[in-house]
Every structure is written in structure tokens, then in C-alpha cells.
């Protein structure tokens, strides 16, 4: 089974401060996701990687940036956490093999930001 | 560009009668859709999708969806509904983005709530 882990399931940060959201997976899979939740939203793309050191906005970048210096690893950075930052994040991967390929998501960090 | 509509915020359903959760897409060429489960505090799961063929896809825990192309809908089903299929309910399609043929667009969920 395809597992994808991320590195907290529950981070309280202050406004200002420097957050890493790490994120694993275990199936040598070359794209990689992140997303943010929010109710009534659904889940936004953040940013994307399809390779190592590789990466591309999503729809929702500002405030955020990204890592993936090994093909299992990709890290989401917020560089001044804000309060509407608060929110839930999901690391999803993908073979990249083809458009019918399920993605798979990890278990998700809920960001607090005080 | 690519789009899914999920028009119902909340569905309620008695244990037992049969449940249909919407999904409609917009999409150039063809759709991969997909439908993905989400128990609380829990990342998303995958139930089912469509890729091509088949228009009624069968998936993970007795759920079905029924691909429509006409009506451009995805709607997901069972049969017998239980309580413990309480939960948030993502249809998603694949979308595009920057060359990349992984990113989900999704939908903006729709809680099932499931009473005994």
C-alpha cells in the first residue's frame, strides 16, 4: 500500500514564526502536492513538484514556498506563518505515469496560527 | 476550465435507504473523475473513479457512482446507507496544471450525515 505520512498532525505556531510542514511517501512516486483545506473551500492547490528540486505554483502560493531535494520528501514553508495561514494541510503523491492514476493523500496537519 | 460543482453543502440520509451524493464536472476532453472520503480529522481516502468505459464505477466500501456524460454529473451512491458512512464526501477532476497531468481540482465537499 502506497503511504504517505506528514510530519505533525496537529502544529501551534505564532504569527510571524517560521513553519516546516514535512511530508513522506514511500512509493518512488515523481509528483507531489500540497493543499490546504478550508470549510466550505474544499482543497486548494498550494504548490506542486513533478521532480527533484523541481516546483510549480498552484492556484494559492502567496505566503508559501516549497523544498523536494529527495524524490520521497517534500516540504511546505511558511516563511512568516499569518493567521489566515491557519488552516489544515494535506500531502498528496501520484505516480505521474498517467492522468488516470489515483493520488494519494496523507493524513493532514492542522495548522493553528496564534 | 476545469471545474466541479458538488451543489448540496449537506446530504441526510436513515440508515438503511439509499444515498446519492452530487458531482458535476466541466472539463475539456475527457474527464478523470473521482470521488475521495474524508472521516474527521483524517486526510482523504480514495473510494473510487472513472476513467473510461463503464459508467457505473464500483468502489471501496459498497459505494458507486454513475458517470453521465450528457449531464456532465458524477453521482455517487449506495444502496443501503450506515451511520458510520458519516462523513465529508470530495468529487474531484483531474486537472492540467502547468503540464503536469496530477493536480485534483475538487469540488467543495458535501457532509453526509447518516441517521440510526
Known amino acids: 500500500d502506497v503511504k504517505v505520512t506528514q510530519s505533525s498532525r496537529y502544529l501551534v505556531k505564532r504569527t510571524g514564526e517560521k513553519v516546516f510542514l514535512e511530508c513522506v511517501q514511500d512509493?518512488?512516486?515523481?509528483?507531489m502536492f500540497w493543499y490546504r483545506q478550508d470549510p466550505g473551500l474544499g482543497l486548494r492547490l498550494i504548490y506542486f513538484s513533478y521532480d527533484v528540486k523541481m516546483k510549480e505554483k498552484g492556484d494559492i502560493p502567496e505566503g508559501y514556498s516549497v523544498s523536494r531535494e529527495k524524490k520521497e520528501r517534500f516540504s511546505l514553508i511558511l516563511e512568516s506563518a499569518s493567521t489566515n495561514q491557519t488552516s489544515m494541510y494535506l500531502c498528496?503523491?501520484?505516480?505521474?505515469?498517467?492522468?488516470?492514476?489515483?493520488?494519494?493523500f496523507g493524513p493532514g496537519t492542522r495548522l493553528l496560527v496564534l | 476550465a476545469q471545474s466541479v460543482a458538488q451543489p448540496e453543502d449537506q446530504v441526510n440520509v436513515a440508515e438503511g435507504n439509499p444515498l446519492t451524493v452530487k458531482c458535476t464536472y466541466s472539463v475539456s476532453g475527457n474527464p478523470y473523475l473521482f470521488w475521495y472520503v474524508q472521516y474527521p480529522n483524517r486526510g482523504l481516502q480514495f473510494l473510487l473513479k472513472y476513467i473510461t468505459g463503464d459508467n457505473l464505477v464500483k468502489g471501496s466500501y459498497g459505494f458507486e457512482a454513475e458517470f453521465n456524460k450528457s449531464q456532465t454529473s458524477f453521482h455517487l451512491k449506495k444502496p443501503s446507507a450506515l451511520v458510520s458512512d458519516s462523513a465529508l464526501y470530495f468529487c474531484a477532476v483531474r486537472g492540467n496544471y502547468g503540464g503536469s497531468q496530477g493536480n485534483l481540482i475538487f469540488g467543495k465537499g458535501t457532509k453526509l450525515s447518516v441517521k440510526p
Open positions: 498528496a503523491s501520484y505516480p505521474g505515469q498517467g492522468a488516470w492514476e489515483t493520488q494519494y
Open positions: 512509493m518512488d512516486h515523481e509528483n
